[in-house]
């Protein structure tokens, strides 16, 4: 696998200089129209496709060479472009239902080495199926704190919990937080094709 070193990330603000001639299941942004970066991906060809949002909230798609950084936001997006987050994620996220677990020291949530993941069970879903990317972690999903809406950041990084050693590998509490819909079904956290 090889990876590519892009030009653009998350959070930046960009502008459409020329027409893309990409092809993609989104629209295609709008040149001289202002965009925010939401993700990226280098497709098998080499080509880079960033995924951006314009000032509503509306997903569309550029590539790398079509556009140019207007501004890298490196603490709070400006409040046009927050809302328009906003409302992209109130209207791509789905709630889902996890549980803490107390960790090998006691703490009521298990924590990545960098402290910006927790390790949860879904109360939903199908997180033991295979190739749902967890390796190795039988009934557990690691999720980063970036996959979560906004609004749910801190709810789902703390716990209400105190501290207890001797709970040990015990269940801690359950939490309900925000991921986009295609993170939640690729990890099993929920099954957007399910009928009731």
């Known amino acids: 696998m090889s990876y590519y070193r892009t030009e653009f990330q998350q959070n930046d603000l960009v502008k459409v200089i020329k027409n893309t001639r990409g092809k993609h299941s989104l629209p295609k942004a709008i040149k001289g129209k202002e965009y925010l970066v939401i993700s990226h991906y280098t497709n098998s060809f080499g080509t880079t496709k960033y995924i951006v949002l314009d000032n509503e909230g509306v997903e569309h798609f550029t590539t790398e060479n079509a556009i140019e950084k207007v501004e890298t936001v490196t603490n709070q997006l400006p409040a046009k472009w927050s809302?328009?987050?906003?409302v992209w994620m109130d209207r791509t996220y789905v709630p889902v239902f996890a549980v803490h677990t107390y960790d090998y020291v006691g703490m009521p949530f298990v924590s990545s080495r960098d402290g910006n993941s927790r390790l949860i069970k879904p109360l939903f879903g199908s997180s033991n199926r295979?190739?749902?990317?967890?390796?190795?972690?039988?009934?557990?999903v690691w999720v980063h704190k970036?996959?979560?809406?906004?609004?749910?950041?801190?709810?789902?990084?703390?716990s209400s919990f105190p501290p207890n050693i001797d709970?040990?590998?015990?269940?801690?509490?359950?939490?309900?937080?925000?991921?986009?819909a295609w993170f939640a079904e690729k990890k099993g956290l929920f099954n957007g094709n399910k009928s009731k």
């Open 146 to 158: 970036s996959r979560v809406h906004d609004d749910d950041v801190k709810l789902f990084m703390s």
């Open 83 to 86: 809302q328009a987050k906003r």
């Open 130 to 140: 295979a190739g749902n990317g967890n390796r190795g972690v039988p009934g557990g």
């Open 167 to 180: 709970k040990k590998g015990e269940t801690s509490e359950t939490v309900t937080f925000r991921v986009p």
